[in-house]
């Protein structure tokens, strides 16, 4: 029997949490654990039904979508989470990808592509529509051409790296990052941060992900190089 895969839906706007449940009932690998209607319950719900996806809108009554995200992202590195929402991609969509996000869709979207998302991103892969993409992909390159100009500029465009590239990542991954490079093991890091070993182990890799580093050396480096020692108090 195959598990299903549990998600949990966030939404002040009740007919539009019944249009997504109606829709993902649909499909036999999927069920929906929990509903709620603010950020502050459905980050408690998460904590306890530890869910695979969570759909949240962006407007959400008690706080912003994209740091509803982010905390999610601290407790549950795990889970994916989608955004369903009427703001166009041009307001949003790089805050809540820098925030963890996986998914980006408009709130009118078709039954077949809301399963199709959840689909892709349940699988891993990030689903965002053309203009999303090409978002994304503008940013990238923004970014790599600061890199680029960092190498051949020396401190001038290395001042700018510590804000776009630890701004990827969360409070959570900060902290993970700074007690790492200070030579805390994985074990000691769980009883400071009052973490399992598996949430410790998935925050450092995907730090090495988001910064693109390989070794604890190359983590030591960059945490030297952006002054995340200094700024670490126990």
Known sequence: MIKKKRVILVNEHKILGDLLRASLVTDSELAV???????????????????????????LPDIDGVVFTKKIMEVLPDTKIIAVTHYPEKDCLLAFLAAGGR???????????????????LNGDIA??????QMAAKEYRRIAMVNVNSEQDGNVGQRLLPEI????????????????????????????????????ETYKKRIKEKLRLSSKADILQYAIRHGLLEDWEK
């Open 165 to 200: 590239r630890t701004g990827l990542l969360s409070d959570r991954e900060k902290q993970v990052l700074q007690l790492y490079a200070h030579g805390y093991s994985s074990k000691e890091m769980c009883k400071i941060l009052f973490l399992s070993t598996n949430t410790v």
């Open 33 to 59: 654990a929990g509903e709620y209607g603010s950020g502050k319950e459905a980050l408690n719900g998460a904590v306890s039904l530890q869910p695979d996806l969570i759909i949240t809108g962006i407007d």
């Open 128 to 133: 965002l529509s053309q203009e999303g993409f």
């Open 103 to 121: 998914g980006y869709l408009n709130k009118y979207i078709s039954d077949q592509d809301l399963l199709s998302t959840v689909k892709i991103v």
